[in-house]
């Protein structure tokens, strides 16, 4: 499915702490060695605010912090050297003016922009992010890639006192079941599964569907290898109603996390707009990523990169496959490798403008992504001969991709990304790069 993007606006400022917009300027490089334990309390920190605007302008606005559980990524990989995602933000120490962490993003709000409502309404809708908690007040930045240049300008920074009172502190009603457990916290990646849509006596139903979750996800490489370093743990967390939203067809549901189909009108978008509601519930176990399980026999699903995945629960055919496809876009934002016959233009792919997404290309910017592993004499655009099979193929660049017929190449002819196959080998390559990163 594809990755969409929200917000609602508040008043609310809870805390001494300064703030203001910003102009567009360019971040500078930063230093990748940080030393976590002269920087950092070992819990981590959440900062709600809200995301608003139309199809060309956006705005922040602080909502509230919060102090939440230990840190469970890593305490090497603080700047996240990947140039993914249309958002990114950063920590800065006061004391030293040095940036101690740095992560990208995308979110609801940014696809949503690409909508034909965001041309003539805006709206707003809740974010988050979180980060290990620093040891002395900070800065917060926020960046955003300009709409037309895809360069990163800075948007909003924010100033926190860490002894601030008015800095909430977490909560964890729910109860965490280890799913899968492949090693220590600091050195793996941290899975959280939730429920949406389960009633109270639905428990065993949906601990059922995260095994199921667990066993789809390492069927597949590079998954498969990396067992030992990946944690996968539920939250059970009951709703007061079973199902989801579908209000394309007047079907409303009192669920936990408010998830819906029809997401900007798209029937199979299956996604919720109360992200700061998904962090609540999120927080009662140690986590990086968050993927969300509908209690639905409905197909359809969504991800959105460093943000959530969501997939139905339900007898909906080949659940275990859109699993793994959508957990592809939020793990680390891996693009759609399918085509909508006929399209030709893109908000989400402009020409001339390299996507940057690592498994897709249109020859702008192709250093550093799979330009190294096509074998000099290759054609581009690459094709598959008649008559050969996958053992006969090549990497290349294979026209098409990024819902685009003409102008955007994948780098092999089949993929979890385009037909809820094997991951190719150029996505592979990409997460397992990823998969180092975070488990360093």
């Not at 990755?3 to 490089?29: D, M, N």
């Not at 030709?344 to 192709?366: C, D, I, M, Q």
């Not at 996505?427 to 360093?440: E, G, N, T």
Request: aromatic share 14%; glycine share 8%; net charge negative.
């Amino acid at each position: 499915m594809k990755r969409f993007l929200c917000i609602i606006t508040t008043t609310a400022l809870l805390f001494s702490c300064a703030s203001k917009k910003e102009t567009t300027v360019t971040p500078v490089p930063v230093d990748e060695n940080i030393a976590y334990n002269e920087f950092f309390t070992g819990n981590t920190m959440r900062f709600d605010f809200h995301h608003a605007g139309n199809s060309s302008t956006e705005q922040y606005f602080f909502d509230r912090t919060i102090r939440e559980g230990a840190w469970a990524g890593s305490e090497k990989s603080l700047i996240n050297p990947f140039d993914y995602g249309e958002q990114h933000f950063r920590i800065i120490d006061n004391a030293t003016g040095k940036v101690i962490y740095k992560n990208n993003y995308c979110t609801l709000f940014n696809e949503w922009q690409t909508t034909p409502e965001a041309e003539k309404a805006e709206r707003s809708f809740p974010e988050s992010v979180i980060f290990p908690e620093p040891k002395n007040d900070f800065t917060i930045e926020f960046y955003a890639r300009n709409k037309k240049s895809k360069e990163w300008e800075k948007k909003y920074t924010q100033t926190v006192d860490v002894n601030d009172f008015n800095i909430l502190p977490g909560k964890t009603p729910y109860e965490s079941v280890d799913i899968h457990i492949g090693g220590d916290i600091a050195h793996s990646l941290d899975i959280v599964l939730l429920p949406d849509g389960f009633t109270a006596g639905e428990k065993d139903k949906f601990l059922a569907a995260c095994q199921m979750w667990s066993d789809a996800l390492f069927k597949y490489a590079p998954f498969t290898q990396n067992r030992h370093r990946i944690n996968i743990r539920a939250v059970w967390a009951a709703s007061n109603e079973k199902g989801v939203s579908k209000p394309g067809v007047g079907k409303w549901v009192d669920n936990l996390l408010g998830t819906r189909f029809f997401t900007f009108n798209s029937e199979r978008y299956q996604m919720t707009e109360e992200f700061q509601k998904v962090r609540d519930v999120a927080a009662c176990a140690p986590y990086e990523s968050i993927f969300i399980l509908t209690n639905s026999d409905k197909y359809g699903g969504g991800g959105i990169y460093n943000y959530y995945g969501l997939g139905s629960a339900g007898e909906t055919g080949r659940t275990g496959e859109v699993y793994v496809h959508e957990f592809g876009h939020s793990l680390m934002g891996l693009g759609d490798e399918y085509i909508e016959v006929g399209n030709t233009v893109s908000a989400l792919y402009p020409a001339g403008k390299e996507p940057w997404e690592a498994n897709l290309t249109r020859f702008v910017n192709f250093k550093g992504k799979w330009e190294d592993k096509i074998k000099e004499g290759t054609p581009v655009p690459t094709t598959v001969a008649p008559g050969t099979t996958e053992r006969d193929w090549e990497i290349g660049a294979y026209e098409g991709g990024g819902y685009l017929e003409k102008g955007i190449y994948r780098g092999w002819p089949e993929c979890m990304m385009k037909a809820l196959t094997d991951f190719c080998p150029v996505c592979q390559d990409a997460i397992s790069r990823y998969l180092d990163y975070i488990c360093k």
